[in-house]
């Protein structure tokens, strides 16, 4: 066998799937892991449904979870001409037949089969029929011979060895009528001409394995490893699908699920490696094998990413994070003026407390980031006579203060508790709402000095006024 090769074959008809995202990661592991390469092929023969679009999205979205392919993408439209090729040497060799049969008579087999309550399985009528008899009314499609006796066994690199019936498998079409390749067809020629030494994909296409392994037996080509990862299920045990929130790698970038998170978490889900639970680029790459993946479908639990994504909050540099937040922010919540991104990238360290996505950073940023208070209508009712004053004389003793520090401010604020026979809640509530317009924040003393003397002085007289 030569130099691993794995791949990603997705199709750009929409954005890519989290699942998608996950045999991605897994393939490309596997390759870095026994120093192979990875490619991405764009499977784009569905031309009513392919765009654009989703491609760059793909590439994109692999990118951003730090998947780099090798070379450039492979196009699976451009190669429609080799795969037709194929499907007339496989006719020449006997291995496929012209199947004349009409739709009518096609729909016709299918309505018995769902009365009978089996599954549908073409009935191989032109399997050995001779041309002569064919009507010259009907293109023919091209249907694989698949073989009709016996079992076959896959040996699977995740599942073990799965058995099937051959009779099971119909003889399934590799050329439509109107001469466009099928994709078993055209993902099999595609695989021996890339030399992929290596097929990961979800369990799903396990049926399409058997039919492909046919195909390069029929064409005496070398047989790649086949590796089937069991499917993504919801938190209640279903099928993850398109439809469900948080299905697409933007549903987790947009609320600030941070890259290195979320690769660590799809590379914990269905795959284990002793008890550790989180592992750098590197440990992925040097730890990853196919034999400790899991045989069980993985449930989605979102409350695992947001926990692992708190822990990358907590315990990445912090200069990194704020990048990231920057970066975020510029993408889905609006670009921050430089003198407040100076203000934030100090304040970081509090304001990542209890954080548990960048959203949530952004969310306790707001006081910084705002020109205007945006106060709470409930909150503001709070501040009543009482707390006026509390401000007032607070706001009076902070303006003969040159440099604010705790140290300093913390003597002030005892003061005001005494003065105004308060506790800490009855001096530090006014004035969190009246810098900030909620009761609700950090600390009053990250506050004050997060904002600077000029900006907390301005806030406090306008309140006061």
């Given at each position: 066998m030569s130099k691993v090769a794995t791949r990603f074959a997705p199709s750009p008809t929409g954005p890519l799937h989290i699942g998608g995202i996950r045999t991605a990661l897994f393939n490309w592991l596997y390759s870095k892991n026994q120093n192979g390469n990875f490619f991405l092929r764009i499977e784009d023969t569905d031309k009513e449904r392919s765009k654009d679009e989703y491609k760059k999205q793909i590439v994109n979205s692999l990118k951003w979870i730090g998947i780099n392919f090798d070379g450039e993408e492979y196009v699976q439209s451009k190669k429609i001409d080799d795969h037709i090729k194929v499907a007339n040497e496989l006719l020449k060799k006997g291995s496929a037949y012209k199947c004349y049969c009409s739709p009518e008579e096609i729909e016709e087999q299918k309505k018995r089969a769902k009365q009978k309550k089996i599954p549908y399985i073409y009935d191989r009528k032109w399997r050995d029929k001779e041309e002569t008899d064919a009507p010259k009314d009907i293109r023919p499609v091209i249907r694989f011979k698949s073989k009709i006796d016996g079992n076959s066994i896959l040996k699977d690199l995740v599942q073990g060895n799965v058995e099937i019936e051959n009779n099971t498998i119909e003889d399934f079409v590799i050329l439509r009528n109107d001469g466009t390749p099928t994709y078993n067809l055209s993902a099999t020629v595609d695989d021996h001409q890339m030399n992929m030494t290596h097929i990961i994909r979800g369990?799903?296409?396990?049926?399409?394995?058997?039919?492909?392994?046919?195909?390069?037996?029929?064409?005496?080509?070398?047989?790649?490893?086949?590796?089937?990862?069991?499917?993504?299920?919801?938190?209640?045990?279903?099928?993850?699908?398109?439809?469900?929130?948080?299905?697409?790698?933007?549903?987790?970038?947009?609320?600030?699920i941070m890259p290195d998170a979320l690769r660590n978490y799809l590379l914990r889900l269905g795959w284990s490696y002793k008890d550790k639970e989180i592992f750098t680029l590197d440990e992925s790459i040097k730890c990853f094998n196919l034999e400790d993946i899991g045989k069980s479908p993985s449930k989605l639990d979102m409350s695992r990413i947001l926990s692992m994504n708190e822990f990358y909050i907590k315990n990445m540099n912090e200069n990194d994070l704020f990048s990231?937040?920057?970066?975020?922010?510029?993408?889905?919540?609006?670009?921050?003026?430089?003198?407040?991104?100076?203000?934030?990238?100090?304040?970081?360290?509090?304001?990542?407390?209890?954080?548990?996505?960048?959203?949530?950073?952004?969310?306790n940023s707001q006081y910084i980031i705002v020109d205007k208070v945006n106060f709470n209508q409930d909150d503001i009712k709070l501040i009543d006579e009482k707390a006026k004053r509390?401000?007032?004389?607070?706001?009076?003793?902070?303006?003969?203060?040159?440099?604010?520090?705790?140290?300093?401010?913390?003597?002030?604020?005892?003061?005001?508790?005494?003065?105004?026979?308060?506790?800490?809640?009855?001096?530090?509530?006014?004035?969190?709402?009246?810098?900030?317009?909620?009761?609700?924040g950090p600390g009053i003393y990250d506050i004050i000095l997060s904002l600077g003397k000029e900006e907390v002085k301005k806030r406090l007289d306008s309140k006061i006024a």
């Open positions: 369990d799903d296409h396990k049926i399409n394995t058997f039919k492909q392994i046919q195909i390069y037996q029929a064409m005496e080509w070398e047989l790649p490893f086949f590796a089937h990862i069991p499917l993504i299920h919801t938190i209640e045990g279903k099928k993850l699908s398109k439809r469900d929130k948080a299905s697409t790698l933007n549903d987790y970038s947009k609320i600030g990231q937040f920057v970066e975020y922010c510029k993408e889905f919540k609006g670009e921050i003026k430089s003198d407040k991104r100076d203000k934030i990238k100090k304040a970081l360290s509090f304001l990542k407390n209890k954080a548990k996505t960048l959203e949530d950073i952004s969310n509390v401000i007032s004389d607070f706001s009076s003793q902070f303006s003969k203060i040159d440099q604010p520090t705790r140290e300093i401010l913390e003597p002030v604020i005892n003061g005001l508790i005494k003065s105004h026979q308060t506790n800490f809640k009855g001096v530090g509530q006014p004035l969190r709402i009246a810098l900030t317009g909620s009761k609700f």
